[in-house]
């Protein structure tokens, strides 16, 4: 029997705990000292099968847990299980199942639905997530019944989904918790905050608080694998997602270097900007004229002078002031007595008021209710507002200046100034500003939007560190606390080898393998991590991987995976018609989009980055952004915001170009009415008094209603009104074919057709919405004359569709965006969970691929990481072309599965193979990248001996490393 253990791990700088259950045992082990110098001494001993089982077709050990890529961590075996790669070639045989990744694929949820749900609980914390909210009356008005839809809706989906934590989920599968919320916080956060002698004395309790959990994770598995696999039915999906759970990076003594160079760097950066902070408030204390202080930022001070010589730590405090004995009693507060010195931070609200800034020329103020405001002018006591002040306003928010905002600007009278509130980053008018000194501002600085009278040279140094430093300090903590790196105890055969033996160990990297809803992995620390910029301090972070001596990492980056997956679901849609005979046409590139993906040309300007840059105006990385935000689902919206943010374009012109970007690709916009409104539609087109029967019961199958009379309707059919929206729609639809079954109507034509309906659903007294009118009329959308029309109308077909599902390996979309569920409501993130979830498809039909060419050829090569439509591998000298060889063929395969899979049976050869695969000694993004930085600024070759890796293409494979796979040794492929 596979045995099935269920991890749960608590460190502690003095003690170390797991519990394990299997089908025969309990298991409980436990340190009373754990030494971070010595990590492997102290993990869980799960150990992998031996060669006798694997001999007689059995697997390893099947391990169960709830985000079990943070107990994977603390598994001794899985370090071991590395190290005998590097001398055997053998990887590792035990399999991880997430329980909380699966309940993201099966009922993963949107920001705006997690925030909908986190509302619903803090309503009433003690009820449980199984138990349903009242349903909507359905005994009253058409109002109540139709109008809050949306509200029903939402409980639909809201009982069918839940947060991602372990007491959340098992009470959406499985019922009550067996332990009370308040409990189990209380108990977990001994081992959290308690001593060793707190966990002795509640030694039983907490046994019992850790089998609960693991009993809990044991019965939510049970429940929740079946629903899994009923989302995720293909074999591929399942093994794809284990070996995405088997990330191993390996770390040496480079690593710990790259730990302590980033730290000493970005704390003198940080401690040079605090220092300088510290010299403007001094200038401004004591080198500020008469004269000075009046003007419109400094009267605002207190500038009293308080004397020093009579406090209490007066030695302290003069010395922070340069020996004065005096300082103006603003400067009081900002003094730290124990470090002796002036302590001025960028987040302070006086900062900006010391250095004189400046919005657009205007004044910082800053008030108590609107943030970071500008003053437009100071006026003359008694004279008029002059004209011009009102212009180029229109876009930002007025606020009233209190009686202590004017008394602060030293004016008891009003209406001396103009007060506007700083615009936000995020485009929102009604949210404050903090601070004007954050990431999001340094483009106002550098175009001069933002400046200081006093001390600009100062703020040009903010930018340089802000950027500097920005990486580290937001990753830190994640690098250096939370990622375990597990040093390998040294064998005999290792001892005096070189540098990449020296204290070698291993980084388990923790990846969720559905982490969103989309089933994308996510990990904080890897999967986010930038590559090496020039100004920034620890942006080599990958780079600082380096792989065991005789070793390669072997990887490459699928090409505009996911725009070539929209434009093939675009090309597979027959909406291309032949000219000769009329029929639906599926081929690569038979759509503009499909052709400029397989054909288009970078250099040439015809690839699709390269349209779009040139309708936009922009630089094709900017044009980059806006193509992905749009298959994501993206709309007006997004692409007008994006041009006034990063084209400098103002709103006007910005939403006019997004206009005509969208017009040329998207095109024009068609509704296809549902069955059952084609058909009433028709009727009501030929229209005779005969037939008000039919249009009534048409009406109630349509509207799904049982509200509609044909005595009621008589009068509305009859009706001058009627006959003239008719006539009017009428003429409007002559160019449409009414015999075909389902109508195309467009926008004009589809708003007189929703405001007949709501004038008999009115005279019927049902009262309903227009806008409700037309969702239940239109079964979808479809767009004509735009270069990826065709992409659109299929990916909004799918996402329409009562299941859901990927077109390649059948993954169904997850409850909280299936229509049943959420109606009509999120279709940006179905058509976003379309595209990126038929990308994971890819991924792990690349990883199966993989992994079975690997085993069937024994290639010595080890899945380290991917990073969505990355992969990299572990590879031995000897074989790292044959392995160039498997990811080629594996890639070759995948990308024939996928148009196979959508009715194309033909694949070009500009998107079968990798453009290049990578072979370097470091994990960095490109072989030939230096990596210099702040923290490394000799780069890799100079500063650490690291050279160059090399790309190889698919020609350079035939050409110079012909290694036919059939004539490897052959082993027996893996089975799922």
Known sequence: MTEIHIVLRTPETKNFSSLTLSPALWRHDITDQFNPEKVFDFLIPIQSSDDSKKSNGSRGPVIVGHNVAFDRQYIQSEYADAERFLSEGVTSDKTYLDTMAMHQAVCGVTQIQMNLIASRNSMNKTESTTRKPKAAKTGGSRENQMGDMTLIDKWEWTNKCSKANLVDVYRLHCGKFPLHLGQKSQLRNIFVSGSLQDIRDNFQTLMSYCAEDVSATWKLFRHLYPQYRYHNPHSVTFAGSILMGNSRLPADSLWKQYKQVCNEAADDMINCLEGKLKDVALIVAFNTSEESKKNIWLRQLDWSLVDLTSKKNKEALMRACNGRNECPSWLLPLIDAEKERVSLTLKMHITPILMQMRYKTCPLFHTRHSGWCFLKEELSPGSKRRPDLDENLSGYKTVKLSDDDLSRLGNSEKGLFRCLKMPHASGKRNQNVGTPFTHDYIHMVENGTLTSDTHQEFLKFFIDTEKAT???????????????????????????????????????????????????????????????????????????????????????????????????????????????????????????????????DKKSGTDVHSFTAKQLNLDRDAAKVVNYGRIYGAGMSFIKQFLEQNASMDPKTALLSARRLLSATKGSERIVLSLEASCLLRLIVGFRIDQTESICQSLNTTMRSSNFSSDKLKAVLTSEKFRRMNYKMIGLLSGVNLTSAQLELDAQVMYLFSNLVSQMAHSCDVQVQPWTVSQMLAERKRYTGGTESAMFSKLERIATSEQPRTPFLGSLITRALQPPNCGSAELPSRINWVVQSSAVDFLHLLLVAVDSLKAQYSVKMMFTLSIHDEVRYLVADEDVYRACWVLQIAHLWTRAFFSASVGIHDLPASVAYFSSIDIDSVLRKEPTILAVTKSNPLGLEKGHGIPPGESVTARDLVENFNLPLQNMTQTSRTVY
């Not at 009329?582 to 590139?589: A, N, Q």
């Open 470 to 600: 920005r990486f580290w300090t937001s990753n830190r903590s994640r690098i250096c606390n939370e990622q375990l790196h597990v040093i390998i105890p040294p064998s005999g055969h290792d001892a005096g080898k070189g540098i990449n033996n020296l204290r070698r160990g291993w980084i388990l990297p923790k990846v969720c393998v559905h982490g969103t809803l989309t089933r994308r992995a996510t990990e904080n620390t890897w999967l986010v991590a930038t590559n090496a910029q020039t100004n920034c301090v620890g942006g080599e972070l990958k780079s600082m991987l380096r792989a065991p001596e005789g070793f390669k990492f072997v990887g490459a980056d699928v090409d505009a995976e996911e725009m070539w997956i929209g434009a093939l679901i675009g090309d597979s849609s027959g909406d291309v018609k032949d000219i000769e005979f009329g029929l639906g046409v599926k081929g690569h590139g038979v759509t503009p989009l499909g052709w400029m993906v397989v054909a288009g």
